[in-house]
């Protein structure tokens, strides 16, 4: 059975960091590209970071670039999200997610809660 | 604010259809058939549903359908059950390998 799951969030003070992750199993994460996708309180979905399968290609949201960055560690079926400089706005669930085959992301985690807050 | 356009709220009786617009910018919709839908029950994993604009995960019942039609992608649920109630999300690629959401559509069974 196909399994995501998140860990690393809380409540964390403006400007500080936080490194979320999420443990794969069910499938060969080496071969699967991987999303970070957030959803704000209230909110819908939004699309924040995704890494290759290799690590060769990443790519970030014009909101979190700069400031988030993402990476895997295949030997432990890992992926994670180092956030830094965090904002108010970045408060959100995220959700870890597969990408899929056809330009979709086709399994999901239930995903872990980071509140920026002072 | 969504690249792409969804209409906040849509409800129906059980056993009636319903249909859920998302109508994006020339670039993301009508260039792309890798629109993909998502349901959505709060606490829960999010769920593909629809991909390549009109196609089925295994396992997704088919009174799920997805359909296009110029910048605006649809889907159709129909005879509308109960669990059927949730947030619905659309997407598509975006530049590069990005990826563009609807700001979802909260489906009510009434």
């Known amino acids: 059975q196909l399994q995501l799951a998140e860990s690393g969030g809380g409540v964390v003070q403006p400007g500080r960091s936080l490194r979320l992750s999420c443990v794969a199993s069910?499938?060969?994460?080496?071969?699967?590209?991987m999303h970070w996708v957030r959803q704000a309180p209230g909110k819908g979905l939004e699309w924040v970071s995704f890494?290759?399968?290799?690590?060769?290609?990443?790519f970030y949201s014009d909101s979190v670039k700069g400031r988030f960055t993402i990476s895997r560690d295949s030997s432990k079926n890992t992926l994670y999200l180092e956030m830094t400089s965090l904002r108010a706005e970045d408060t959100a669930m995220y959700f870890c997610?597969?990408?899929?085959?056809?330009?979709?992301?086709?399994?999901w985690g239930q995903g872990t809660l980071v509140t920026v807050s002072s | 604010q969504s690249a792409l356009t969804q209409p906040a709220s849509v409800s129906g009786s059980p056993g009636q259809s319903i249909t859920i617009s998302c109508t994006g910018p020339?670039?993301?919709?009508?260039?792309?058939?890798?629109v993909s839908w998502y349901q959505h029950h709060p606490g829960k994993a999010p769920k593909l549903i629809i991909y390549?604009?009109?196609n089925r995960p295994s396992g997704v019942p088919n009174r799920f359908s997805g359909s296009k039609s110029g910048n605006t992608a649809s889907l159709t649920i129909s005879g509308l059950q109960a669990e059927d109630e949730a947030d619905y999300y659309c997407?598509?690629?975006?530049?590069?390998?990005?990826?563009?959401f609807g700001g979802g559509t909260k489906v009510t069974v009434l």
């Open positions: 997610a597969r990408d899929g085959p056809h330009w979709d992301i086709d399994w």
């Open positions: 069910g499938f060969i994460f080496s071969a699967s590209g």
């Open positions: 390549e604009v009109n």
């Open positions: 020339v670039s993301d919709i009508i260039n792309y058939n890798y």
């Open positions: 890494i290759s399968f290799d690590e060769s290609s990443k």
């Open positions: 997407s598509s690629k975006g530049s590069s390998i990005t990826r563009v």
